[in-house]
């Protein structure tokens, strides 16, 4: 049993589209992370939520963190083929080590 | 530096060769994780170091791995006898300390991916 739970595991769309990934545990975090990851790349830090019930805003990603510190969500606008990639969320809960997501596999087609 | 660096970036052994990875943690961060990345999605803990101590080691495999992060060099983990199924992508991560332990955010190098042969 993962610790983090991400779904949808894969999401395919048209350009333009919108879509949202949900970050679920039973487990509370003082914070939640969310990367991004391309083939053959290390995952890319896009932000950090700190505050039960804050939202983060980055250009055309939206980023939300559960009232109960359980949960999040990152919701693209209009989304573009450079959104493209594997997206984790992320968070420790022990102090010791960063619990990874099950992932989402993104793929937005021309 | 201002990146974490993993070197090298492909590595090839024959089955039952020793395999040494590498990586140097951003400049001021005391914390580094090494996690593997398996099944394409998954994220595997191996071990964690506070500056040149083991933090966390409850992933690392008993037998054949080991990892150090000695000062003044950089972090490494090795893998005796390598076999098979070793193979997967290998990342580095490091992180800041704050006050009462670790930052909460990790950066990540590029990997290592290890091929067994």
């Known amino acids: 049993t993962q610790l983090l739970e991400q779904s949808p595991q894969f999401l395919s769309i048209q350009e333009g589209e919108n879509l949202t990934v949900y970050c679920n545990s039973s487990s509370v975090f003082s914070s939640l992370q969310w990367y991004r990851q391309e083939p053959g790349e290390g995952p890319v830090l896009l932000v950090t939520v700190v505050t039960g019930g804050e939202v983060k805003k980055l250009k055309r990603l939206t980023f939300q963190f559960g009232d109960a510190r359980k949960d999040s969500s990152l919701h693209i606008t209009a989304a573009q083929p450079g959104d493209t990639g594997l997206y984790l969320c992320a968070g420790s809960p022990t102090g010791n080590q960063f619990y990874f997501g099950t992932g989402t596999s993104l793929t937005v087609i021309p | 530096g201002e990146e974490v660096a993993q070197t090298p970036k492909h590595l090839v052994r024959g089955e039952g060769q020793k395999a040494k990875l590498y990586c140097a943690p951003i400049?001021?961060?005391?914390?580094v994780f090494w996690y593997q990345q398996v099944l394409k999605n998954e994220f595997k803990f191996l071990i964690s170091?506070?500056?040149?101590?083991?933090?966390?080691e409850t992933g690392m495999p008993k037998e054949r791995f080991s990892a150090k992060c000695l000062p003044n060099s950089p972090c490494s983990l090795e893998i005796q006898a390598t076999k098979l199924e070793d193979s997967t992508v290998y990342f580095c991560?490091?992180?800041?300390?704050?006050?009462?332990?670790?930052?909460?955010?990790?950066?990540f190098g590029q990997g290592t991916r290890l091929t067994v042969v």
């Open positions: 991560a490091s992180s800041q300390s704050r006050q009462g332990g670790m930052n909460t955010e990790a950066f």
């Open positions: 400049k001021g961060h005391s914390y």
């Open positions: 170091f506070q500056n040149e101590n083991v933090f966390d």
